[in-house]
């Protein structure tokens, strides 16, 4: 069990003061828990959030007791890239929920090792129920049976754990194969052959003016 301690925020109190000690503002609710804000220790959040991501259980423990909660929502500081908010959902114990997981590609594909192909992924995440406590962290999709450019894994074939059941759409195209890019010829513009013998034609008076120039005149006797 990861559990994350907290205590009651004062909501007279400047959230940038509370990060410049290195705390964060957060908040906790659900359909039967009202609206809670907390404080907490931004290093723990952290650490926490890169173990269990948005679909793991997180038990804070603040003084008005123990709730068991998922990661909703986090707002991240677009200069320092660091967590400044954090949202909690609080649900219901015995009840299944609805939650998009993050897939991991695993495995090796032969239209990609083989025939060059590249790796399309259309969904990054797959929608899921299950009880909060049997989550996954990700779920794995083999790659394998990509064979070639025409193959494709759909939701409903992709393996899930035990106790989780799938609420995407099962004929929802997860990844596939794209052939490789061929490499187009390059234009080559068409010589204008007007152009050059005009310009030809242009020196050629040329040297034969500065010729007659060149020639010294007859002398008148």
């Known amino acids: 069990m990861i559990t994350l301690d907290a205590q009651l925020r004062d909501e007279s109190i400047d959230n ?3 990060r410049k000690e290195g705390k964060m503002p957060a908040v906790f ?3 039967k828990t009202k609206s809670t804000p907390i404080t907490i220790e931004r290093k723990d959040f952290i650490k926490i959030w890169s173990t269990v991501g948005e679909s793991g259980v997180v038990t804070i423990k603040s003084p008005t007791g123990s709730v068991d909660t998922l990661i909703h929502a986090v707002d991240i500081d677009p200069v320092s890239d660091i967590p400044r908010h954090a949202d909690f959902y609080v649900f219901e114990k015995g009840k299944k929920i609805e939650i998009s997981v993050p897939l ?11 025939l060059g192909g590249s790796l399309v992924k259309t969904l990054h995440e797959l929608k899921i129920s299950a009880d909060p406590q049997h989550i996954p962290h990700d779920i794995k999709v083999d790659i394998s049976p990509l064979v ?9 074939q992709i393996n899930l754990p035990e106790g989780v059941v799938l609420v995407e759409l099962p004929y929802e195209v997860v990844a596939s194969a794209a052939a490789p890019k061929e490499d187009e010829p390059e234009e ?18 040329e040297e034969g ?5 060149a020639s010294p005149a007859p002398e008148t006797k």
């Open 209 to 213: 003016v500065s010729g007659e120039e």
């Open 104 to 114: 991991d590609f695993i495995g090796v594909s032969s239209a990609i090792k083989d």
């Open 148 to 156: 070639d450019f025409s193959s494709q894994i759909l939701a409903s």
């Open 29 to 31: 609710y659900g359909k």
């Open 188 to 205: 080559v513009a068409p010589v204008d052959l007007s152009a050059i013998e005009v310009e030809k034609k242009g020196k050629k008076d």
């Open 16 to 18: 940038n003061e509370l």
